[in-house]
């Protein structure tokens, strides 16, 4: 049975900063309200990521200053099927360096997932997370998307075939 857990960031990989034209997809951006501010989102996306969820032994889990927010106001606002995911916080990471990568090596020591996928467009700048994710090698798979266009559908397709065909 599949064990892998995706941990999601919002701003930047569910929703790019300042979008403008058209989604990677093609398609008008898509706005909500999402309780303190008006979010843009593909729709496309957030489809592909409810496809995603629905899969047996695949966990998903908040990765996001968003904390709490992102299953109460952002999920509702886009549709996504996201409000009964867990969200880390940055609390939940504690020492020195990227509260993200502490608090996400905290998750996988409790919870011990076969795979790891980890989206977030604030990893390519990031050193202590790469080096994490190359001790990994083929348990993880690390995916820091252009913030002003989100998950591309080639990154969602990356993510797919990853969970469907694990070579961990």
Same mark, same amino acid.
Not at 30 to 55: D, F, H, I
Not at 88 to 94: N, Q
């Given at each position: 049975?599949?064990?892998?857990?995706?941990?999601?960031d919002v701003d930047g990989v569910?929703?790019?900063? /300042?979008?403008?034209?058209?989604?990677?997809? /093609?398609?008008?951006?898509? =706005?909500?309200? +999402?309780?303190? =501010? !008006?979010?843009? &989102?593909?729709?496309?996306?957030?489809?592909?990521?409810?496809?995603? +969820?629905?899969?047996?032994?695949? %966990?998903?889990?908040?990765?996001?200053?968003?904390? *709490?927010? +992102?299953?109460? &106001?952002?999920?509702?606002?886009? /549709?996504?099927?996201?409000?009964?995911?867990?969200?880390?916080?940055?609390?939940s990471g504690t020492g020195e360096?990227?509260?993200? =990568?502490?608090? =996400?090596? !905290?998750?996988?020591?409790?919870? +011990?997932?076969?795979? @790891?996928?980890? @989206? *977030? *467009?604030?990893? %390519? &700048?990031?050193?202590?997370?790469?080096a994490w994710a190359a001790i990994?090698?083929? %348990? @993880?798979?690390?995916?820091?998307?252009?913030?002003?266009?989100? @998950?591309?559908?080639?990154?969602?397709?990356?993510?797919?075939?990853?969970?469907?065909?694990?070579?961990?």
């Amino acid at each position: 049975m599949l064990n892998v857990t995706l941990y999601l960031d919002v701003d930047g990989v569910v929703c790019p900063f /300042g979008a403008t034209g058209t989604t990677p997809w /093609g398609s008008a951006w898509s =706005l909500a309200n +999402a309780g303190m =501010l !008006e979010v843009a &989102y593909a729709g496309e996306l957030v489809a592909g990521l409810n496809g995603l +969820a629905r899969l047996p032994g695949l %966990r998903c889990v908040w990765l996001t200053s968003w904390e *709490d927010m +992102a299953p109460r &106001y952002l999920c509702p606002a886009v /549709g996504l099927d996201g409000r009964q995911w867990p969200w880390l916080t940055a609390e939940s990471g504690t020492g020195e360096g990227w509260w993200k =990568l502490a608090a =996400l090596q !905290e998750d996988v020591a409790t919870t +011990a997932p076969a795979g @790891i996928v980890w @989206i *977030d *467009d604030q990893l %390519r &700048y990031e050193p202590d997370a790469q080096a994490w994710a190359a001790i990994l090698g083929a %348990r @993880i798979l690390a995916v820091s998307p252009d913030p002003r266009r989100g @998950i591309s559908p080639a990154e969602l397709a990356a993510v797919s075939a990853f969970v469907a065909a694990p070579v961990f």
